[in-house]
């Protein structure tokens, strides 16, 4: 399973991340649509890290499973935590200046999304989007080839 780790201490590691979540998303095959779902979400919680909480870190997985191929992204900080995850998933509701869009507009960008927190010690933000497998049938009998 391709893993890796993006440290998120500078508005420059945003952009950081954002490059990486491309190019392991394009490594999926996902499409251009999906891609730019993907980055568009992993730039808001990424922003999220680095305005709550000043640092943290991005953990990427390129997850496999039966027909499926996906990706997971998890970020975690040791900020301020979040005290009503509930609220807080509530579209425009915000404790800072932006439009309150970052968390709820992930969820309905990557599909899975799973938040923990606790205030004063951080939290941990899971997301995953999946792509089905599709095979091209190469003409032999019994000869697939994964397309992704």
């Known amino acids: 399973m391709p893993e ?18 491309r190019e392991i998303s ?3 095959g996902f499409g251009i649509t999906d891609v730019t ?7 808001e919680l990424a922003r999220n890290v680095y305005h709550y909480a000043g ?6 997985h390129i997850l496999e499973i039966s027909d499926s191929i996906g990706i997971e992204l998890i970020f975690i900080d040791q900020g ?3 005290e009503d995850i509930d609220q807080a998933m509530e579209m425009g509701y915000t404790t800072g200046k932006g439009m309150g869009l970052g968390l709820p507009g992930s969820k309905r960008l990557m599909g899975e999304l ?3 927190s ?7 933000v899971t997301v995953r989007k999946w792509l089905k497998k599709q095979y091209e049938q ?4 019994g000869n697939n080839k994964h397309i992704a």
């Open 4 to 21: 890796g780790t993006v440290k998120i201490e500078s508005e420059g590691d945003i952009v950081a991340v954002r490059k990486t979540v």
């Open 26 to 28: 394009c490594e999926c």
């Open 37 to 43: 779902r993907i980055v568009t979400a992993a730039s």
């Open 55 to 60: 640092h943290g870190d991005m953990l990427w």
């Open 80 to 82: 301020p935590g979040i």
């Open 114 to 116: 799973e938040i923990q």
């Open 118 to 124: 606790q205030v004063g010690k951080g939290t941990t």
């Open 138 to 141: 190469s003409g032999a009998a």
